[in-house]
């Protein structure tokens, strides 16, 4: 992820409103879709244990349309907690097929209650606090990443 201690350098860019366009998955680059339209998030990939273990700990700021995107080996119940956090954050769980089955607004920076994901989950996104409810994101929007290997929303 680079300069954990400072700021978050991901170059972002974020889609509101219609379909996103339909292009070739990027693994830098995360989409998500539903009801209320589309956005697309500038990731970085933790899918190693030690990289699931740091997350976004000691990030000062995160650019709006960016995150950080968990992939697990297998879906499972998973939990996160916000120790060594900064930034309030938003967790977005998704299933094997990259649909939302959870959001999680607002967690609050060094807290360290555990925040369950309540059902087999295999990808995560944190992004800022607030995002998902000003976006609308909720349970049933579809994610769209190279790592999602049985996507409901698969890459072309």
């Known amino acids: 992820m680079g300069n954990r201690g400072g700021t978050l350098s991901l170059v972002a860019a ?3 409103g219609g379909q996103a366009a339909q292009a070739a998955c990027d693994v830098n680059e995360l ?8 956005a697309r998030f500038a990731v970085a990939v933790a899918d190693s244990v030690e990289e699931r273990a740091r997350g976004l700990m000691f990030v000062e700021q995160m650019p709006s349309a960016a995150g950080m995107l968990f992939v697990y080996d297998e879906a499972h119940p998973v939990s ?4 060594n956090t900064l930034i309030p954050l938003d967790m977005v769980f998704a299933d094997a097929q990259g649909v939302v ?10 807290d360290l209650t555990s925040i369950d994901s309540g059902a087999p989950t295999q990808y995560v996104l944190e992004i800022n606090g607030g ?17 999602i290997t049985e996507a409901a929303w698969p890459c072309d």
């Open 131 to 147: 995002m998902a409810a000003r976006l609308g994101i909720a349970a049933g929007s579809q994610m769209q990443h190279p790592a």
């Open 14 to 16: 974020l889609v509101v």
């Open 80 to 83: 996160f907690w916000m120790k």
């Open 31 to 38: 989409q998500l879709r539903g009801d209320w339209g589309s």
């Open 101 to 110: 089955t959870l959001v999680h607004e607002n967690a609050i920076p060094g």
